[in-house]
Every structure is written in structure tokens, then in C-alpha cells.
T-cell receptor, first 112, second 114 residues
Framework: NAGVTQTPKFQVLKTGQSMTLQCAQDMNHNSMYWYRQDPGMGLRLIYYSASEGTTDKGEVPNGYNVSRLNKREFSLRLESAAPSQTSVYFC???????????FGPGTRLTVT | AQSVSQHNHHVILSEAASLELGCNYSYGGTVNLFWYVQYPGQHLQLLLKYFSGDPLVKGIKGFEAEFIKSKFSFNLRKPSVQWSDTAEYFCAVSPKAAGNKLTFGGGTRVLVKP
């Protein structure tokens, strides 16, 4: 199993540009999550999807949209990037009964 | 909403020293508790977790944590650290009533000097 994969690994955007971060998991997990990691603030939940076809806002959803394309894939879109969105983005999926989240390798995004 | 506090932002140790990282959370109900580790340049990995039962839980790589319900704490310990334990450590809480949503602490960067 590849686990949780994310693309791209690195990205530089200019203010106002848009992009989509891709996430896929091959563990047949129902729930998937998007976090951003900023120094000293830990990980903060942006959006999550409890199951295929559902999405909900997390702690910091402003400026982002998500799509749960199918059970495997959960994408995060920045419609108009801002410097405040410079961060490392992690996708995770969960094995429902244990609550243990499995994380992807992250995408380092810089918005200039 | 729940919150998680990690008291130390940075810790510097020598090899063979003992490590204890503090974690306190604010939430009145029952919770699942986790410690994750992030080695330099890598993604988060689960160190250990507590759901119920024995409040002293053992994880990978010699780490353990103790849940003290009365203090809303879940401190992480390791008796003797190695250089390879250099990493950032995150405490996380998931209220049982909130499904599997995690709230993370701000993290503690640990540097172990050889």
C-alpha cells in the first residue's frame, strides 16, 4: 500500500493564482482531512469529509474549497491564493474504529 | 471548542537524558488522546494513543504517556533519548462525541545533542 499520497510536493504561486492540491489514499478509509501546518500553531483542520459525498468545514476553511471525488480522492482548491495561505498542507485519512489518522507527506506552498 | 496546550515550544537535551513533554487539554467530556511525531522533512507518524483502560500507555520507540483525567493531561515520556529522537512532537485530542476530528497542540521541537 502507498498509504496517503499528495501532489505536488512543492508549489510557488503568485497572489491571485489558483491551484488544486491532490490527495489519494488506498486504504479504503471512509474519512479524509485537510490540515495546514504553521510554525508554533500545530496542525489546523481546514475541511474534512466523513464519507464519500460529504464535506464539512473545519477550523480554518476561509479561502479554500474541497471536493471528495470518490472514496480514494479528496482535493483542496485555492481559488485566489493569498500570502496568508503560505503553509505546509497535509492530507490525512482515518481508520474509523481506532481514530488513528494516517498522514500524507505534505505539500509546501509559498504564495508571493 | 476544545483546545490543546503544549507547554514547551523547544527542548534541548543530551543523549541518554530523560524526556518529558507536557500536554493539557480543555474539554469536559471523554476524549481520545494521541501523540504524533514529525521527524525532519517527514510527515506525522503516530507514537501512541489512549482510548480507554490503563492510563499508562506505551508506544513505539520506547515512548510512553500517562493520562491523568483529573488534570486533563497526557504527558509524554522517554527515559533515555537518542539523537534519532530529534523531531517535533504533537499532542492531539479527539472528543469521543465529535467523531474523529483532531485538535492539535502547537508542537514541541526536541533537539537531542549527540
Amino acid at each position: 500500500n502507498a498509504g496517503v499520497t499528495q501532489t505536488p510536493k512543492f508549489q510557488v504561486l503568485k497572489t491571485g493564482q489558483s491551484m488544486t492540491l491532490q490527495c489519494a489514499q488506498d486504504m479504503n478509509h471512509n474519512s479524509m482531512y485537510w490540515y495546514r501546518q504553521d510554525p508554533g500553531m500545530g496542525l489546523r483542520l481546514i475541511y474534512y469529509s466523513a464519507s464519500e459525498g460529504t464535506t464539512d468545514k473545519g477550523e480554518v476553511p476561509n479561502g479554500y474549497n474541497v471536493s471528495r471525488l470518490n472514496k480514494r480522492e479528496f482535493s483542496l482548491r485555492l481559488e485566489s491564493a493569498a500570502p496568508s495561505q503560505t503553509s505546509v498542507y497535509f492530507c490525512a485519512s482515518i481508520r474509523g474504529s481506532t481514530g488513528e489518522q494516517y498522514f500524507g507527506p505534505g505539500t509546501r506552498l509559498t504564495v508571493t | 471548542a476544545q483546545s490543546v496546550s503544549q507547554h514547551n515550544h523547544h527542548v534541548i537535551l543530551s543523549e541518554a537524558a530523560s524526556l518529558e513533554l507536557g500536554c493539557n487539554y480543555s474539554y469536559g467530556g471523554t476524549v481520545n488522546l494521541f501523540w504524533y511525531v514529525q521527524y525532519p522533512g517527514q510527515h506525522l507518524q503516530l507514537l501512541l494513543k489512549y482510548f480507554s483502560g490503563d492510563p499508562l500507555v506505551k508506544g513505539i520507540k520506547g515512548f510512553e504517556a500517562e493520562f491523568i483525567k483529573s488534570k486533563f493531561s497526557f504527558n509524554l515520556r522517554k527515559p533515555s533519548v537518542q539523537w534519532s529522537d530529534t523531531a517535533e512532537y504533537f499532542c492531539a485530542v479527539s472528543p469521543k462525541a465529535a467523531g474523529n476530528k483532531l485538535t492539535f497542540g502547537g508542537g514541541t521541537r526536541v533537539l537531542v545533542k549527540p
